[in-house]
């Protein structure tokens, strides 16, 4: 099964970026929908931004245009660059894995593979 380990997180002033990465181990994801989630203390996890097999990107309407994921298939590496960064982006954000298949991307349920969370924190 595929491991994810999250990088790249940190403490930003509003309007900086950030790059997080995520790089799989164990085996190669090239065959996984990978994506991005989080989930900001007191809220319900919410989906980012999502990277098919096939390189198709999906985002969510609240970072659509300031974020950009994709993936590396040759170091299994996935990215997110975060741009114009605001607070509201404050967040763990947690990398994921899985066989989508006709699920929605923006769905949790649809990844079985996790990883352990990385700190965004955007200062105002």
């Known amino acids: 099964q595929v491991q994810l380990v999250e990088s790249g997180g940190g403490l930003v002033q509003a309007g900086d970026s950030l790059r997080l990465s995520c790089a799989a181990s164990g085996r190669s994801f090239t065959a996984y929908t990978l994506g991005w989630f989080r989930q900001a203390p007191g809220k319900e996890r919410e989906f980012v931004a999502a990277?098919?097999?096939?390189?198709?990107?999906y985002y969510s309407n609240a970072v659509k245009g300031r974020f950009t994921v994709s993936r590396d298939s040759v170091k299994d590496t996935m990215y997110l660059q975060m741009n114009s960064l605001k607070p509201e982006d404050t967040a763990v954000y947690y990398c994921?894995?899985?066989?989508?298949?006709?699920?929605?991307?923006?769905?949790?349920?649809?990844?079985?593979?996790w990883g352990q969370g990385t700190q965004v924190t955007v200062s105002s």
């Open positions: 990277v098919g097999v096939s390189a198709k990107t």
């Open positions: 994921v894995a899985g066989v989508v298949g006709g699920n929605p991307y923006a769905w949790s349920g649809a990844y079985n593979t």
